[in-house]
């Protein structure tokens, strides 16, 4: 009797600490944390605008981390431009990664866009060249001028002909044209590289910094730059969707 009462108070035992694990777990995937830039239930104080040759900057500061951001959809044709920096205020280290980040057109667009990865970037700007390249060459092939000569018969006789030759001058313009073009774009396609944002662990008063970039297509009123930080999501708006949710 000892022992039977014995194993059911240890199953009763069990079955309450499996059931008090389960239960944080549930609703920690049921609830995710998410910060929207500028609403009324953001943290206090923690955001605000200044303007930086005539850029507009966006603040965020709080007892934890402290970025700011810069979204640019006039510097590059086929892309929107975003820069951004991060410090780490804590003695807890977090992780910044690129594939984290999005664009976000809202209702009635529903659209989502990923960061497009650096490389691929940086190889589309390179191609950019290659066909105004191989058609500079084309063209400086048939580059010609004119000029009149004198030519003379056997018997003496004199006659003034035009004459076409190739433009030498006009052959090497176009070239060096298009040479200028495609190293131009190698830069380009360098300085993306570069100057892209990488993934990174940030331990404390560690910053970084660099370039995301998003596919660009008509963009509408308001959108915004969503990216995932140490389980917490941000949300940065633009545009109408700056306005508060309670003010809409």
Known sequence: MRKILLITILLCAAGSIFAQDSTPQTAAQATKKVIRWGSPDSPKNCCRNYMRDGRLVTVYDDEKVNFLLVLDAVVEKKYVVVEIYFLNKTEQPFTVYPDK???RFPAPENKVYPAIPAEDVAKKME???LFRF???GA???MATKQSTATVRDNNGNRAEVVVTEPDRAAQ???QRNAHDQRASNEVMANAVRSLSLTANTL???QIASGLLFFKKEKLPSGLIVSFELDGV???IPYGTERVP???K
């Open 245 to 247: 949710e309670s003010k």
């Open 127 to 129: 191609k950019r060249g």
């Open 139 to 141: 063209l400086a092939g």
């Open 101 to 103: 980040f999005s664009l």
């Open 233 to 235: 999501t941000y949300e």
């Open 203 to 205: 331990f404390k008063d």
């Open 134 to 136: 191989a058609l500079a």
């Open 172 to 174: 090497q313009n176009v």
